[in-house]
């Protein structure tokens, strides 16, 4: 079973930031917090991960709260082609061979 | 980056063939690999772990039978569905495990599978 809640759905208007929650609340130590995202008919896509420092890249901003038991995936500027679902991962740092699995997601429409 | 290269990327077959989905990662080397199905408007279900060189891992209600799954080199999995029926239709998504941890894992692109 997956490890985390996301909202199932959210809008955002196109140019303003997305701000898509998750819940993993029985997170452990030793387990890092991952985001995907899958565009309609294709294979997911890596976006960001981190452990417990917030992170930031070319893609998003990943805010991991003090006590790792939630965080916010942060597209600053969304775009039409950001409507995607959104996977929020928890994963072992120890393996790179471990199991992904896959909650639900959060489907999120960019509104023009 | 690393990338993972999926083929065919759709495929329309009989019911009672068979059909073979390669995944190939095209510049690192990859010793686990794993195979997802993915329905309509659903999230991706783990199938199994193909590992290299051995047999691989099948998920809970995975029929091993049915889903063969070959990973004879450290840049090569494959997925055969046999004896394909209309309900083994669905979209079928393969991921590897990357170098280091900058990526974790990287997905192909997936194959849609009809079974007509």
């Known amino acids: 079973d997956a490890k985390t809640t996301q909202p199932t759905s959210m809008d955002c208007a196109e140019g303003r930031a997305a701000n898509l929650p998750c819940n993993h609340s029985?997170?452990?130590?030793?387990?890092?917090v991952y985001w995907y995202r899958q565009i309609h008919s294709q294979g997911p896509q890596y976006i960001i991960h981190?452990?417990?420092n917030n992170e930031t890249n070319e893609m998003a901003s990943l805010i991991i709260t003090e006590d790792r038991k939630s965080s916010t995936l942060i597209l600053p500027h969304a775009t039409l082609r950001d409507t995607a679902v959104y996977y929020c991962i928890v994963r072992p740092i120890s393996s790179n061979t471990g199991k992904l699995i896959f909650g639900q997601g959060t489907t999120l429409q960019v509104k023009p | 980056g690393a990338v993972v290269s999926q083929h065919p990327s759709r495929v329309i077959c009989k019911s009672g063939t068979s059909v073979k989905i390669e995944c190939r990662s095209l510049d690192f080397q990859a010793t686990t690999m794993f195979w997802y199905r993915q329905f309509p408007k659903q999230s991706l279900m783990l199938m199994a772990t193909?590992?290299?060189?051995?047999?691989?891992?099948?998920e809970q209600g995975v029929e091993k039978d049915k889903f063969l799954i070959n990973h004879a080199s450290l840049t090569l999995s494959t997925l055969t569905v046999t004896s394909a029926h209309p309900e083994d239709s669905s979209f079928y998504i393969c991921?590897?495990?990357?170098?280091?941890?900058?990526?974790?894992?990287?997905f192909g692109s997936g194959t849609r599978l009809t079974v007509v």
């Open positions: 981190g452990l417990k």
């Open positions: 029985t997170i452990s130590g030793n387990e890092y």
């Open positions: 193909s590992n290299e060189g051995s047999k691989a891992t099948y």
């Open positions: 991921s590897a495990s990357s170098a280091g941890e900058r990526y974790g894992y990287t």
